[in-house]
């Protein structure tokens, strides 16, 4: 706009082009803390690693989360999505607490099969207290993976409407997964949880379903799809002879 | 053995689960169906078509209950009354959930049966149902499948029902 | 009841009765709930969580917990037919050594009466859930959020269902700095039975 002299009086100024650091302070909290120092940063973080709790009170807690993302949400897919968010964050905290709680140094998994054995096993056996049930490569694309749980402990409870049969609310757990795995520097497409069985988890295997679905209505398959850069390390390591 | 009917009310006084079982030709039919024609008494055929029969009943659940307490103290609750024609069998939960069940007038104590379908049907099925809500406006959430499924089961593994 | 006799009530439940879960499973999900929530609920014109919102969000899902809680409750404790609480005191101790018991496996002590016996406290001395939480350092989460208000709810719930009208409120929390985690049970009212719709 070359008629334009100087900027019109009503425009405030623009910006300047940096933002000025303060010189750095050490942290300080503002937070109160108990004369007694009941803090997290008193307490031994192992202290809860295998206290038990009651399992109706999480299925109540988790209902409660479920309620509130279905009244968020428009579809079965939406649930899901929103349900994978919430135990995202779980997931990127577990990854260290875990690991800081290994025996050996903690040395974060750097290879799939590394990552998915302490998935299967590391993982599920410090939230469920046992491993999952199956591990698999997936047939049609390299770069999946299966984990399976027989019976979801998440989903005890939980009677899905027949409308709404597709629900899995391991969407949840799978979030949680996706977290770790992330964390970890894979990089996921993604991580989804499906029912094993075409009758979804409300168990109705009518007629001469196969053995295996009647044993475990509410199996569970977690696919795993590892994203580009993931797959290309991979082939690098092992290119390099690891 | 047979079952007439079933009826849960809730603290609000609201019917919000019936079912109907007509033994003859082995249908049966949940909540605002008409009778057919089973071994159904006759005065209670007659009852649906002149009244609204869940008010009926819970007006006469209602009555007993208080005459109890008036007469055998606070804590006592009628267990069934019988006529000719049939027997009325009640359950009372702590939280008010009411539970009725009609039988032949044959039948003896079902106290513990209801006890059961409360404990195990009901709490398991429709209070910790996540999608069902925690009040049952309009009998809402009560009639899932598995509620339905469980009760079917239930009933015929105790002879209540044929198989 | 005596106080000894709904301690050994709880204990029973909780070791024979009651299915477990790791703790750690359930102190994540209700951080991760609480916190969705001061996502989702902010001021809009200055995109702060505003947690009076949130306060109020989570007691009315616990009162959602609580309607249902308590006939897992107490289809639990009764198979021998169900035992009414005499009167707000045995109320109290069946709350605390019984219901926190089975449902989170800590018993709060029953503490400050009030002379009239219609109003006690539950003093926390461990509080699972909040095993991991550290309230946000924003100057104004520790003076306005009740992290455990969940449980106001469902003790208030939990009551309504068994005909008691009560306010339950928290009174000090060690996430806000407290020395101690305590909360507030009111009686209101016995809530009498409804009657049915007259007729016509």
């Known amino acids: 706009m070359p008629s334009m002299v100087g900027p019109p009086p009503d425009v405030p100024p623009k910006e300047p082009p940096y933002t000025a650091i303060l010189p750095a302070k050490p942290f300080h909290s503002r937070l109160h803390s108990p004369s007694s120092r009941k803090t997290i940063y008193d307490r031994n973080l192992n202290r809860t690693q295998t206290t038990p709790t009651s399992l109706p009170s999480f299925a109540y807690l988790f209902n409660t989360l479920i309620t509130y993302h279905h009244s968020k949400s428009g579809s079965v897919s939406e649930i899901e999505t929103r349900l994978n968010r919430a135990g995202y964050p779980i997931g990127i905290k577990l990854l260290d607490l875990l690991l800081y709680r290994q025996a050996r140094a903690a040395v974060r998994p750097t290879r799939i099969i590394d990552l998915l054995q302490f998935v299967h096993t590391t993982l599920w056996r410090a939230l469920f207290g046992r491993a999952a049930d199956a591990l698999e490569q997936g047939v049609s694309n390299k770069n999946e993976y299966m984990i399976f749980d027989n019976e979801p402990v998440v989903n005890t409870y939980l009677s899905v409407p027949k409308e709404m049969s597709q629900l899995n609310c391991a969407a949840f757990v799978a979030g949680i997964l996706e977290g770790v795995c992330d964390a970890a520097g894979f990089g996921m497409e993604g991580v989804t949880a499906h029912w094993a069985s075409a009758s979804g988890g409300t168990g109705g295997a009518e007629g001469e379903g196969n053995k295996e679905e009647e044993m475990w209505p509410g199996k569970t398959i977690f696919l795993l799809r590892f994203g580009e850069v993931a797959m290309r390390r991979e082939e690098a390591f092992k290119a390099g002879g690891g | 053995m047979s079952v007439y009917s079933f009826y849960i009310f809730d603290r609000h006084t609201e019917c919000i689960y019936s079912k109907r079982f007509t033994a003859a030709n082995n249908t049966q039919s949940s909540r605002g169906s008409t009778l057919q024609n089973g071994d159904v008494p006759a005065s209670l055929r007659k009852a649906s078509k002149d009244l609204d029969e869940t008010k009926l009943i819970f007006g006469t659940i209602f009555s007993l209950r208080r005459m109890a307490k008036q007469l055998g103290g606070a804590d006592d609750q009628f267990l069934s009354y019988r006529t000719g024609e049939y027997k009325l069998h009640y359950f009372e939960t702590p939280t008010q959930l009411k539970f009725v069940m009609l039988t032949d007038p044959r039948v003896g104590n079902m106290r513990t049966v209801l006890h059961q379908i409360w404990a195990t049907l009901f709490v398991e099925y429709v209070v910790k149902s996540p999608l069902a809500p925690a009040e049952h406006t309009g009998g809402k959430g009560v009639a899932n499948e598995l509620f339905e499924g469980g009760l079917e089961r239930f009933m015929v593994s105790m002879g209540l029902l044929p198989r | 009841m005596a106080s000894s006799k709904a301690a050994r009530m709880g204990e029973e439940v909780w070791k024979t009765r009651t299915e477990k879960i790791n703790l750690e499973v359930l102190t994540l999900t209700y ?112 003076e306005e959020l009740w992290f455990l208000n969940l449980f106001c709810g469902v003790v208030k719930g939990a009551l309504e269902m068994v005909q008691m009208q009560v306010k339950a409120e928290w009174v000090s929390d060690v996430l806000r700095g407290d020395d101690t985690t305590e909360m507030r049970v009111t009686l209101i009212r016995y809530i009498e039975d409804e009657m049915p719709p007259d007729d016509e």
């Open chain 3, 31 to 142: 951080g991760t709930l609480v916190s969705q929530l001061t996502h989702d609920l902010r001021d809009p014109a200055t995109n702060i969580p505003d947690y009076a919102a949130i306060n109020t969000e989570l007691d009315r899902m616990g009162h959602s917990i609580g309607l249902r809680l308590i006939e897992d409750f107490l289809a639990k404790t009764s198979s021998a037919g169900p035992a009414p609480c005499n009167n707000f005191r045995e109320t109290a101790e069946m709350i605390a050594k019984v219901g926190f018991k089975i449902f989170l496996n800590v018993t709060p002590r029953v503490e400050n009466w009030d002379k009239e016996g219609r109003s006690f406290g539950l003093v926390f001395e461990e509080m699972p859930v909040s095993e991991f939480v550290e309230l946000p350092d924003d100057g104004r989460a520790q």
